[in-house]
C-alpha cells in the first residue's frame, strides 16, 4: 500500500488547529499598503482567520489524511 502524503501546497496555507478549527491567511495583505485602499478592507484583510465548520472538514479530509500538519 503506498503512503498517505499530505498535500505540501495546503501544509504551507492551512494549519489544523487542536480543536478542529483550520487557520488560514488572509488574502491580499501582500499588497495591501501599496495603494490606496479604504481603511475597512485594512482592517478585514489583516492577520488570520478560520475555515468555517464545512470547509474545514473538507480541507482536513482531503488535504490532510492524518488530521493535522
Not at 499598503?33 to 482531503?62: P, S, Y
Not at 488535504?63 to 500538519?69: E, T
Amino acid at each position: 500500500m503506498p503512503k498517505l502524503k499530505t498535500r505540501s501546497g495546503a501544509k504551507k496555507r492551512f494549519h489544523v488547529k487542536k480543536s478542529g478549527q483550520v487557520k488560514f491567511a488572509k488574502a491580499f495583505g501582500k499588497h495591501l499598503f501599496t495603494h490606496a485602499k479604504t481603511q475597512k478592507l485594512k482592517r478585514e484583510h489583516r492577520g488570520t482567520g478560520h475555515l468555517k465548520d464545512m470547509d474545514a472538514k473538507k480541507v482536513i479530509k482531503e488535504l490532510f489524511p492524518f488530521g493535522a500538519n
